[in-house]
């Protein structure tokens, strides 16, 4: 049972405003200590972690072939080259800097590689982490064997991928088929590259990203409070999983809230918590 919630930035989504999201999660979790913290990857360097290592590790969780699950693809993998590795190192270094969104990561070994660096007194279940990160997460799907694009991933750490909020859940019917196909992002990079927001899409740099990050934290928290079932089948509930943008506009902007079943399940939570 989680009573701390860490939660570390991501400078290059510049609407993204932690203190406005710790106070609102604050009403849903009032008895636990959330703090904030510096972009992850920028504290285990302060904490001696080697640049290089990193760097190198977060090359190797790249996705090179969107068709293939990862042991396959690391069974084939050369080594990743030095433009790759210093690629990271940039993004270590410089936080505000935004990643090519066609750049594509395997989220749990990004997760794994991730955990492995959580001080080992902050690794109970007492502790909830969860990452703001600008790297585009994917998970391979063995029902379409293929790569999809995710925008949390759940879990010791929790991911939330900004790039992945803006991605992965699908724009239309006309342009999009549910959830992603990478071929048509990558014949449409440069048009999609500067994403500006709109009423229907959520964009970079859009400051309807606060109450989506809310959405997004509840589900990665509730992972716990559920037992690793966090989605709603309720589509006006926060905890729905939103596969199209306009699904993540209704439920984390326009009606904002959580049904019954699951208000009663937080309402059991936070009385545990007390007690
Ligand atoms: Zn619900």
Redo the contacts with the bound molecule.
């Keep these: 049972m989680f009573r701390y919630i860490h939660i570390y930035h991501e400078p290059s989504t510049t609407k993204l405003d932690l203190s406005e999201i710790s106070q609102e999660l604050a009403n849903f979790f009032p008895t636990c200590e959330i703090d904030l913290r510096p972009p992850f990857l920028q504290g285990c360097c302060e904490n001696g972690q080697p640049l290089d290592m990193l760097a190198e590790t977060l090359a190797s969780v790249r996705i090179s072939e969107i068709k293939s699950p990862y042991c396959d693809q690391e069974n084939r993998r050369k080594k990743s080259t030095i433009e790759e590795v210093l690629y990271e190192k940039s993004l270590i270094l410089n936080a505000s800097l935004r990643p090519a969104p066609f750049v594509l990561y395997d989220g749990f070994m990004l997760q794994r590689l991730y955990g492995a660096s959580i001080p080992s007194e902050e690794s109970s279940t007492e502790h909830a982490h969860v990452i703001f990160d600008p790297r585009l997460t994917c998970t391979f799907s063995e029902e379409d064997w293929r790569y999809h694009a995710r925008a949390v991933i759940c879990g010791t750490p929790s991911i939330i991928s900004s790039t992945g909020i803006v991605e992965a859940p699908a724009k239309n019917k006309e342009f999009y088929l549910p959830e992603i196909p990478f071929e048509v992002m990558e014949s449409n990079k440069e048009r999609l590259a500067g994403r500006e927001s709109t009423s229907e899409f959520v964009g970079y740099n859009d400051s309807r990203i606060n109450s989506i990050a809310i959405g997004y934290i509840l589900q990665a928290l509730f992972f716990f409070i559920t037992d690793g079932y966090p989605f709603?089948h309720?589509k006006n509930?926060r905890?729905y999983n939103a596969h199209w943008q306009s699904d993540l506009l209704r439920t984390q902007i326009k009606i904002k809230k959580?049904?019954k079943?699951?208000r009663d399940v937080l309402l059991y939570y936070q009385s545990l918590l007390s007690s």
């Design positions: 709603c309720y509930c905890l959580l049904c079943r699951h």
